[in-house]
């Protein structure tokens, strides 16, 4: 009951868990493994919009496994994200729309225009 009532106020403590999980995976990664993905988790904070938290804990595993498994291959950062990694990062943040605020709003507007046009489902 208790930790109900805590997470009504702080959010999800199991996805807390499991970001601070990813936080300390992504330490455990190579200096420019992991400079290279905390500059690609800083632009998905700002320009993600997600606000489901769940879908970002899920979203941060998925990049931190894509870079720990590229680190145990030596594969080079390029080849992870080429030459443009704001392309990479948005073609990567497409995988995790549904998350998004902008659908929200989306779908607002969607159903605004329908009213006022009647059609109404």
């Known amino acids: 009951m208790v ?3 805590i997470e009504k106020v702080t959010g999800s403590i199991e996805q807390k868990k499991r970001y601070w999980q990813y936080k300390e995976r992504t330490k455990q990664l190579p ?3 992991r400079t290279a993905i905390e500059a690609l988790d800083r632009y998905l904070t700002y320009f993600g919009g997600i606000t489901k938290g769940d879908t970002v804990v899920s979203m941060l595993e998925d990049l931190v496994d894509l870079f720990e498994q590229s680190a145990a291959s030596g594969t080079p950062i390029r080849a992870i994200v080429g030459e443009n990694p704001v392309e990479f ?28 046009a009647g059609n109404e489902p």
Request: a negative charge; charged letters at 30%; glycine letters at 6%.
């Open 3 to 5: 930790a109900g009532w």
């Open 89 to 116: 990062v948005e073609t990567f943040l497409q995988n995790y729309a549904e998350g998004q605020w902008i659908d929200k709003e989306r779908k607002r507007l969607v159903e605004a225009i329908d009213r006022v």
């Open 31 to 33: 200096t420019n493994y």
